[in-house]
Antibody
Framework: EVQLVESGGGLVQPGGSLRLSCAASGFTFSSYSMNWVRQAPGKGLEWVSYISSSSSTIYYADSVKGRFTISRDNAKNSLYLQMNSLRDEDTAVYYC????????WGQGTLVTVSS | DIQMTQSPSSLSASVGDRVTITCRASQSISTYLNWYQQKPGKAPKLLIYAASSLQSGVPSRFSGSGSGTDFTLTISSLQPEDFATYYCQQSYSTLYTFGQGTKLEIK
């Protein structure tokens, strides 16, 4: 069974940084592309970033480009999102999602950007 | 970026009703279209992939159709557990985009 467990969320001031982690189990992590998707309170889903299985291909949404960095460690079955220069509008639940004929999702971690 | 537009934004229906939700892409995406169900406080759940393929474990009352720019999700006979928000998502471009969601409420 695919399991994705996000961690690292919390309260951070505008301009601050946070690093999210996603621990994967139940599948061969190194064989799959992964994504981060977020959902602001009461809003819809917004794709944030994509990383291929070997980390050779990476994409970002325009809203986070230059501020967020996606990475992975296949030896540790883990996905990461380094978030810098955080803004109020980055407040959201952040989900990691496995890419395979549609997305399979973790339970999410809440990031709150507020002074 | 490819824009995805769902309609309606909200829908009231009764148990046993047949319901259809529409998703339109701003350009052709072949059949690179997925549907998700999300309940309050929970992560989205994949229902349909590649426009019409039912994800394992999803009840057969859910079906999807369409290609190119126009797609539909149909629930043949609404059950109480189906009241939720539904999202379409294009995977034609790796800059994935979602529809704005359709909230299905009990009439």
């Amino acid at each position: 069974e695919v399991q994705l467990v996000e961690s690292g969320g919390g309260l951070v001031q505008p301009g601050g940084s946070l690093r999210l982690s996603c621990a994967a189990s139940g599948f061969t992590f190194s064989s799959y592309s992964m994504n981060w998707v977020r959902q602001a309170p009461g809003k819809g889903l917004e794709w944030v970033s994509y990383i291929s299985s070997s980390s050779s291909t990476i994409y970002y949404a325009d809203s986070v480009k230059g501020r967020f960095t996606i990475s992975r460690d296949n030896a540790k079955n883990s996905l990461y999102l380094q978030m810098n220069s955080l803004r109020d509008e980055d407040t959201a639940v952040y989900y990691c999602a496995r890419d395979n004929l549609g997305l399979s999702w973790g339970q999410g971690t809440l990031v709150t950007v507020s002074s | 970026d490819i824009q995805m537009t769902q309609s309606p934004s909200s829908l009231s229906a009764s148990v046993g009703d047949r319901v259809t939700i529409t998703c339109r892409a701003s350009q052709s995406i072949s059949t690179y279209l997925n549907w998700y169900q999300q309940k309050p406080g929970k992560a989205p759940k994949l229902l349909i992939y590649a426009a019409s393929s039912l994800q394992s474990g999803v009840p057969s009352r859910f079906s999807g159709s369409g290609s190119g720019t126009d797609f539909t999700l149909t629930i043949s006979s609404l059950q109480p557990e189906d009241f939720a928000t539904y999202y379409c998502q294009q995977s034609y471009s790796t800059l994935y985009t979602f529809g704005q969601g359709t909230k299905l409420e009990i009439k």
